[in-house]
C-alpha cells in the first residue's frame, strides 16, 4: 500500500481524470492508500489498472472491486464491474495518471530532491547518498531496484507526509524514460554516474544512450545542481557545461588525481587502496578544489571507483548540507546491497560475489578489482553480458581479450554468449590454452564441480554474470551459506 492519502478530487485534478459514478460519491472523501495490486490491496483503497507488455489489470477489476477498492482508474470503463458501488475514473492512460498522481504528491511533500542515474553503479550511489542524508533528516530513498517508469512514481507515492530529503534512482530503458522521470521527480541535484553500453540494443548509437541520460537535467534550473565525473566521458563533459551555460544550473565535477580532469575538478579523489584488513573496504582521500584539505575515507565498497562514487554522493549531500567530513564518517557504516562486489573471506578463499547483474563497465571494474586483491592465485568466472544487441559479440570479446591480458590464473567462462569472451581471450593470446575453460548454457553443474577444485586456501574467485544467468547459485555452491549469510 501507499503511504500517500489523497481525495477524490485531489485525483480528478492530478490525473485529468472523469469520473463516473454508480452512486453519490463524497468529493472530498479521502482514499486510504494507492494500491496497483490486487493482491495486496485493502478496503477503501484506490485501484489504479495498470497495463504492461505481459499483463492488463482490467482483467483484475472484479477482484479489485471485491476486495474492497473504493475507486477504479482504468482507462476502459467497459471493463469496470456492472455492480460496482464504488467510483470509476476513466484516463486516456493509467500509467501516465499513476504518475501524474506521484508528481502531484511530490509537489505537495516539496522535499529537497536528489536524483541518480548513469549506466551503472545507480543503487550504490543511491545508498551512498541516503546513508549520509539519514544522520540529518527525515530521508526516503529508491527501495531495490524500483526506478522504472512505474518504480520511481511508486516510491514517491510510498513516502511518509513528513520526508524532507527524496533520493531517487531512475533507470533506462529507452529514449524519453529519464526526461519522464525527471518531470515527474523536478530534481535539486542530479547525478550521472557514468555511461556506459547498459540496454544498448535499443540504441543506434553510443551518443544515444549518453543524450538519454542527459535527460535527467531536462528540468534542472539555475536553482539545480549537476554533479558528473568530469574523467569519466569527455562528450558528457561537454555537453553538461554548455547545458550549465544555457539553464544556469550549477555544475560540480568529480576527478581522479593525476587526471587531465583535474584541472577543471571540484572535488579531486586519489587512488583507492584496498584495506589489509578487510578487503572489502577502499582507502582514499578527497579534498575539495587543489587547495582544499583533504578527508580521508575508509567505506565498505571495492574497486577502483569507489573514490569517485562517494565523491559524487559527498558533493550532491553538500548541497543539502552535510560536510565532506561528516559524509566520510557516514559512509564507514554503509550497508552494501547483496551481490553487487561483495568479497568475503572463507575458509582461507577470497569469494567475490559480484552477480547482481552484468555490463562491460562492471566487469572490467569487477577484474580491476580481482587483480588487486592479494592472493596466491586469481580466478575469473564471467558468464553471459545481456542487453548489448548488435555488439554484443565484439563487446563480449573485447572483455575476453582484456582479461587475457590481466594477472590472471584461469578464466572460466560459462553461457551461450560467453562463448565470445573465451573466443575474445584464445585470439588474444594466441590460440586455445589452459587457462580459458568454456562451459555451455547447459553445463552449470560442470562448472561448480570445477570450481569447487579451485577452492583453496590463498586465493580469489570472482563471479561476474548478467541477471538471467543467475551466478549466484554458483556463490552459494561454493561458501554454502552465501557471502555473509546472503544467498
Not at 482508474?73 to 475514473?89: I, R, W
Not at 511533500?109 to 542515474?117: C, E, G, K
Not at 580521508?296 to 562517494?310: K, M, T, W
Not at 541477471?467 to 552459494?476: A, D, N, P, T
Request: charged share 25%; net charge negative.
Amino acid at each position: 500500500m501507499m503511504t500517500a492519502k489523497f481525495s477524490t478530487d485531489e485525483i480528478i485534478k492530478a490525473t485529468g481524470g472523469i469520473p463516473k459514478y454508480t452512486v453519490d460519491v463524497d468529493i472530498d472523501a479521502v482514499f486510504p492508500g494507492i494500491s496497483t495490486d490486487t493482491r495486496t490491496i485493502s478496503t477503501g483503497e484506490v485501484f489504479f489498472a495498470l497495463i504492461g507488455e505481459n499483463h492488463d489489470a482490467h482483467d483484475h477489476l472484479d477482484e479489485a472491486a471485491s476486495k474492497g477498492a473504493a475507486l477504479l482508474v482504468v482507462s476502459d470503463s467497459s471493463k469496470a464491474p456492472t455492480c460496482y458501488e464504488g467510483t470509476v475514473l476513466v484516463v486516456k492512460d493509467v500509467q501516465r495518471a499513476y504518475q501524474d498522481l506521484a508528481a502531484y504528491y511530490r509537489k505537495t511533500l516539496d522535499p529537497f530532491v536528489i536524483a541518480v542515474t548513469g549506466s551503472v553503479g545507480k543503487t550504490t550511489m543511491k545508498d551512498m547518498i541516503a546513508c549520509i542524508l539519514s544522520k540529518h533528516a527525515r530521508v526516503w530513498h529508491t527501495q531495490g531496484n524500483l526506478n522504472n517508469q512505474i518504480g520511481l512514481p511508486r516510491t514517491i507515492l510510498e513516502a511518509p507526509e513528513d520526508t524532507e530529503i527524496l533520493v531517487l534512482e531512475m533507470g533506462l530503458a529507452y529514449a524519453g524514460d529519464i526526461e519522464r522521470l525527471a518531470e515527474i521527480a523536478l530534481p535539486d541535484v542530479s547525478i550521472i554516474t557514468n555511461i556506459g553500453l547498459s540496454h544498448r540494443e535499443n540504441f543506434d548509437t553510443d551518443d544515444g544512450i549518453l543524450r538519454a541520460k542527459y535527460e535527467i537535467c531536462a528540468f534542472l534550473d539555475e536553482d539545480g545542481t549537476l554533479v558528473i565525473d568530469a574523467g569519466g566521458n569527455a562528450e558528457l563533459d561537454r555537453l553538461a557545461a554548455e547545458g550549465s551555460r544555457e539553464k544556469g544550473y550549477g555544475l560540480v565535477r568529480i576527478a581522479m588525481e593525476n587526471t587531465a580532469a583535474v584541472e577543471t575538478a571540484d572535488y579531486i579523489v586519489t587512488k583507492t587502496r584496498i584495506s589489509e584488513e578487510d578487503p572489502g573496504v577502499t582507502l582514499f582521500e578527497i579534498k575539495t578544489g587543489h587547495a582544499g584539505d583533504a578527508v580521508p575515507f575508509a567505506i565498505p565498497v571495492p574497486g577502483s571507483y569507489a573514490g569517485v562514487s562517494a565523491a559524487m554522493a559527498s558533493a550532491a549531500c553538500r548541497f543539502a548540507g552535510v560536510s565532506l567530513t561528516d559524509s566520510a564518517k557516514a559512509l564507514e557504516n554503509l550497508e552494501r546491497t547483496p551481490h553487487r562486489l561483495a568479497p568475503a573471506i572463507i575458509g582461507g578463499v577470497l569469494i567475490i560475489d559480484d552477480t547482481y547483474n552484468s555490463s562491460p563497465d562492471s566487469a572490467m571494474s569487477g577484474l580491476d578489482y580481482l587483480v588487486n586483491v592479494k592472493a596466491e592465485a586469481r580466478i575469473a568466472v564471467l558468464a553471459d553480458m545481456n542487453e548489448l544487441g548488435d555488439e554484443a559479440e565484439s563487446i563480449h570479446r573485447t572483455i575476453g581479450a582484456a582479461a587475457a591480458n590481466m594477472d590472471i590464473d584461469r578464466i572460466y567462462v560459462y553461457g551461450e554468449k560467453a562463448r565470445w569472451i573465451a573466443d575474445g581471450a584464445e585470439e588474444e593470446i594466441g590460440g586455445q590454452c589452459e587457462k580459458i575453460i568454456y562451459f555451455g548454457a547447459d553445463d552449470k553443474e560442470t562448472l561448480i564441480v570445477r570450481l569447487k577444485e579451485e577452492v583453496v586456501e590463498g586465493r580469489a574467485i570472482y563471479i561476474k554474470g548478467s541477471r538471467s544467468m543467475k551466478m549466484e547459485e554458483v556463490v552459494l555452491a561454493l561458501t554454502e551459506e552465501g557471502i555473509n549469510g546472503v544467498v
